[in-house]
């Protein structure tokens, strides 16, 4: 069964620090790993990588993905309390299905 | 606006009753996708419809969920005889013809009484 495992499950920290959150996955046809951001909304996409060792960045967030060991990391520097948020890793299948991990609550105390 | 759009935001139906969900997607997106969201749980992936076709409903239950994507229109995911347990946040989303990148809307939700 395919399968995204997201850890840690929730995060605090203070503003200012940097966090780092993993994504593993099992999964069959492999095509892509996506990173969201979800609020108290919808999520709202961040980043897609589909090639192993190539950081993508946006801001202070920056994303790499390891395909040999089957895992992703998504690193936050310098938190700010608008970064609190549920992070949610996704895997893209073939015929563009994806299937997502539980989340990682991440909370920024000021 | 050109984002994803769900209607109703919030819909509280009694046990027995029908829910409609109304998705229309990104203006250019051919493709959606619904999925259902619990508390502190994750999205999980119900259906992805084409125009007029169902691409993939392996997440879906096998009764009383339906989902529709008609010709003209927006995408429907309809729920019959509604139980408690039918009580989440329901997401669509949409992609391009070829695209990964899925954006999704406001979410319904759902609530049974």
């Known amino acids: 069964e395919d399968k995204v495992v997201q850890s840690p499950l929730s995060l605090v920290v203070h503003e200012g620090d940097t966090v780092t959150l993993n994504c593993s996955y099992e999964?069959?046809?492999?095509?892509?790993l996506l990173w969201y951001k979800q609020e108290k909304k919808a999520p709202t996409f961040l980043f897609m990588l589909?090639?192993?060792?190539i950081e993508k960045k946006s801001g202070r967030l920056s994303s790499i993905l390891d395909k040999k060991e089957l895992f992703s990391i998504l690193n936050i520097t310098a938190t700010q309390t608008g970064d609190s948020a549920v992070y949610l890793c996704?895997?893209?299948?073939?015929?563009?299905?994806?299937?997502f991990g539980k989340g990682t609550r991440l909370h920024i105390l000021p | 606006n050109a984002g994803v759009m769900q209607n109703p935001r919030h819909l509280v139906r009694r046990r027995g009753q029908e829910a409609r969900l109304r998705c229309s997607p990104m203006?250019?997106?051919?493709?959606v996708y619904w999925y259902r969201q619990l508390p502190e749980e994750g999205l999980k992936f119900m259906v992805y419809?084409?125009?007029?076709?169902?691409?993939?409903e392996s997440g879906m239950p096998k009764e009383r969920f339906s989902a529709e994507f008609p010709k003209e229109g927006p995408s429907i995911l309809r729920i019959q005889q509604v139980v408690r347990g039918d009580s989440a946040a329901y997401f669509c989303?949409?992609?391009?013809?070829?695209?990964?990148?899925?954006?999704f809307g406001p979410g319904t939700r759902l609530t049974v009484t």
């Open positions: 419809l084409q125009k007029e076709n169902i691409i993939d």
């Open positions: 203006k250019g997106h051919s493709h």
């Open positions: 989303a949409s992609s391009a013809k070829g695209a990964y990148e899925q954006y």
């Open positions: 589909t090639s192993s060792g």
């Open positions: 999964v069959t046809n492999f095509r892509s």
């Open positions: 996704a895997v893209g299948l073939h015929a563009d299905k994806i299937i």
